[in-house]
């Protein structure tokens, strides 16, 4: 088979890998009955191996690999892989079981299931349905397997008929049973009959699925990529039960809170030629203006980019309702009684006023500045050419009222100047005014703080450069919004109130030079040490392929709350690589030829 890359570790060295074809896309999770309360999904070894080869990093391990001493690959790699492969080897043969059944049953997707409670099943309905498609032999050697040992403690497995269904049966004394069910592309292991006879009436279309009765579907067809882990929890019931027993206001301050039915929890990850795509999404169904989500209700407005460089690599916006939030809290108080209400409101103004007056101001004040400001903050950080890329830091903050802002901003400035005896200056670019204040740190960064109203914002700067940099950006091509990977992230990311944007491959392209310069000279000075020089290290090119854009957003809605990230950085990366690391294992447990390389 053709050999292709692999990244397997964070540390100095890394393992290739040879390409398999891609599993077909399980369907597992839609056998499961929509009366089951949770699910746990594998993708199993065969489709983390799929994944890896699709990742970024790829093409630059490969590289890597041809450029490393045939020794030292067999000194840091190979002595590794051999000894873990010969201690599940000997640990597998003692229970009579072969390596490359195991390393077949691991390569097939898993799905396990929870239902409802069986009494002869002692607990919980648990199955494990496992799609053995090509793997089916092994998994059968393996149940076979399974059975002897069984046998050898007097256990023997039956075949039984439960509602047109053959089902092989272990009974264990003092134990559940096991059964288990041969559905053709897969098989099913329970302890119920009850939940089995659901998985069959799901596959024969006479049930609901859990994906088409729940938030598991829609979650994850969020994901990008290949699946690899996943799991989901089902309150959507459970919520439903307590309904009829809760108290009449309880609509009424479930809409206040913004929290009303429960309809489940959903965690997956996956991976493929974008890197890793993660996303967390907590059903909660409620008024989006309730207290716990009109802080989050708006969406983020990313039109701040088209102030900020070409060469940023790192882009965050956060758009909070603070001046909604208070409403809400206002709203919620009026629902309590009339006395408990009363209490409260006091309670909160006592305890907030005696803080604000420690701080030497008063609740009318801070009310007066949170209006003054707007509910959105970005945020950029770019490196600009030089000898040695430059770290700007951009701030833009939203402003409704800049006469009460730059009155603020006024009294803090004097209040520095007082403390420090640091001099603010003044410098017009155009109709505006940045005020800066030039700061020495220890005699090695020289940098200027600054500051300036524009545009119906407060621009906070790392340096004067900067503010004037973005003030007078007036060719939209040289802004950030120009660029390709913004325009994508702005269309995956509607709707989000917080997003950040790490663009690493820019950081790669500003700052390679200086890598070349520092690193490489000591990557040869060590190659007799460490086992290869600078000639096996990838290239700018190869490095900011590799490490790409990430991006990280953050959803609230009627519905509930999201968190999604996809990127070169994401966790399914790294767990794409384990599973390879598993798969190389087990290759070599079996004897089989090392398939890296």
């Known amino acids: ?312 690599v790192a882009f965050g916006a956060l758009r909070l309702d603070a001046a909604g939030l208070i409403g809400a809290v206002d709203h919620f108080l009026d629902l309590l009684p009339a006395e408990t209400g009363s209490r409260v409101r006091q309670q909160l103004q006592r305890e907030l006023g005696r803080g604000l007056r420690r701080a030497g101001t008063s609740p009318e004040e801070v009310h007066g500045l949170i209006n003054a400001f707007g509910d959105q903050v970005t945020a950029a950080l770019s490196l600009e050419q030089g000898a040695l890329p430059k770290p700007e830091l951009l701030v833009r903050i939203e402003v409704r009222d800049a006469p009460r802002v730059a009155a603020l901003l006024q009294r803090l400035t004097a209040m520095v100047a007082d403390e420090t005896g640091l001099e603010w200056k003044q410098r017009k670019v155009d109709e505006n005014v940045v005020h800066f204040v030039n700061v020495d740190v220890e005699q090695r960064f020289k940098l200027s703080p600054c500051w300036a109203l524009a545009d119906g914002a407060l621009l906070l700067g790392s340096d004067a450069a900067v503010l004037v940099r973005a003030l007078r950006l007036d060719d939209p091509e040289d802004s950030l919004a120009a660029q390709e990977d913004f325009r994508t992230l702005a269309t995956n990311t509607q709707g989000a109130f917080g997003v950040l944007h790490l663009r690493l491959f820019r950081g790669v392209d500003l700052a390679w030079r200086t890598v070349e310069t520092m690193v490489f000279p000591q990557v040869d000075a060590h190659a007799d040490d460490i086992g290869f020089d600078s000639s096996a290290l990838p290239d700018s090119e190869a490095m900011g392929a590799l490490l790409d854009t990430s991006t990280v957003a953050a959803f609230a809605d009627e519905s509930g709350y999201s968190l999604e990230s996809r990127g070169a950085l994401g966790s399914g990366a790294w767990l794409a690589a384990i599973g390879v690391i598993a798969d190389e294992v087990l290759a070599r447990a079996a004897k089989t030829p090392p398939r890296i390389y």
């Open 1 to 312: 088979m053709k050999t292709k890359a692999l990244q397997l570790s964070s540390l100095a060295f890394a393992l290739g890998l040879s390409a398999q074809a891609p599993p077909g896309p399980p369907v597992l999770e839609d056998l499961l009955p929509a009366s089951s309360f949770a699910s746990l999904r594998f993708g199993g070894l065969d489709a983390f191996v799929a994944a890896a080869q699709q990742l970024p990093a790829a093409g630059v391990i490969e590289r890597f690999l041809t450029h490393v001493p045939a020794d030292t690959r067999a000194r840091f790699v190979d002595r590794w892989f051999d000894d873990a492969a010969q201690h599940v080897r000997q640990l597998l043969q003692r229970q009579g079981i072969a390596p490359s059944d195991v390393r077949e049953l691991l390569g097939c997707p898993h799905v396990l299931g929870i239902g409802r409670p069986t009494i002869t099943g002692m607990g919980p309905s648990v199955a494990l349905l496992i799609e053995t498609g090509n793997h089916h032999a092994a998994v059968e050697r393996l149940l076979a397997a399974l059975e002897a040992i069984a046998a050898r403690q007097g256990v023997a497995a039956e075949v039984e008929r439960h509602s047109k269904l053959d089902i092989r049966t272990w009974r264990i004394a003092g134990g559940p049973p096991i059964h288990v069910f041969d559905l053709g592309h897969a098989l099913a292991i329970s302890n119920s009959i009850g939940y089995l006879t659901d998985i069959a009436a799901v596959l024969g279309g006479e049930q609901p699925s859990l994906a088409a009765g729940s938030l598991l579907g829609a979650a994850r067809a969020r994901l990008a990529g290949t699946v690899l882990l996943s799991g989901f929890a089902n309150t959507q019931r459970l919520s439903a039960m307590l309904d009829p027993v809760l108290p009449y206001e309880a609509a009424d301050w479930g809409a206040a809170l913004g929290i009303g039915s429960l309809d489940g929890l959903y965690a997956g990850t996956a991976a493929g030629p974008e890197g890793g795509s993660e996303i967390l999404r907590l059903g909660v169904r409620g008024d989006a203006h309730g207290l716990f989500k009109v802080a989050l209700s708006k969406p983020v407005d990313l039109g701040a980019a088209r102030i900020c460089s070409a060469n940023t």
